[in-house]
């Protein structure tokens, strides 16, 4: 079933958390630090804590945030046990062994879930492009460029599969790749 879905894609490229790795059990360690922030503060916040290898305490010190070394040390220990509730999504280890292309990574990461997929030897991506280390996040254009890049495929012959419109369907769109769905993709190997 997957020749249908795969015509003429010679390149996958995988958001990561949602789409290959769930978490189990969600904290929402970012919430405390941003309760008192102002809307710009939080965008502030996101955007530091995902395109940059920043510790909390420098991205707090930062934008002015005035969180707490307990809210730090709390947030810190949420995400520790994030990372460590971390499982490969239903189906994604079938999937990937039977993928009739080759495969990148692409996601929106703080450094602090980067070791979540250390954690999957199922997990053998051709590239891996994390927003913490390239400086620019989905849906900036120029993350897409860097997986185009990294692909070395023409750009129409790349599929995106997530599970965010905007930055893993639109962006990719826009960027001249495909891009789908993780739930329509998986269906095609159930």
């Not at 997957?2 to 958001?15: K, M, R, W, Y």
């Not at 969600?26 to 995902?50: D, Y």
């Not at 927003?131 to 185009?148: A, F, N, Q, R, T």
């Not at 790349?158 to 769109?173: C, H, Q, S, Y």
């Amino acid at each position: 079933m997957q020749n249908g879905v795969l015509s003429g894609i010679e390149l996958v490229c995988f958001d990561l958390f949602g789409t290959l790795i769930e978490i189990t059990d969600r904290r929402r360690p970012f919430a405390p630090l941003r309760r008192n922030l102002s809307a710009e503060k939080v965008q502030t916040m996101r955007r530091l804590a995902m395109t940059s290898c920043m510790a909390l305490e420098e991205i707090d010190e930062e934008i002015q945030g005035g969180a707490t070394v307990a809210e730090i040390v709390a947030a810190r220990a949420d995400i520790a046990h994030e990372v460590a509730s971390t499982r490969l999504r239903a189906g994604v280890a079938e999937m990937l062994s039977t993928l009739a292309v080759p495969y990148g990574i692409c996601s929106n990461l703080s450094p602090d879930y980067v070791s979540a997929l250390a954690r999957f030897t199922e997990l053998d991506p051709g590239f891996r492009i994390m927003s913490c280390d390239v400086g620019c996040m989905k849906p900036d254009p120029e993350i897409y460029e860097l997986v185009i890049e990294a692909a070395g495929v023409p750009r129409a012959n790349i599929l995106f599969v997530g599970d965010t419109p905007d930055a893993d369907i639109e962006g990719p769109r826009q960027s001249g790749m495909q891009s789908t769905d993780i739930e329509l993709f998986l269906s095609f190997w159930r």
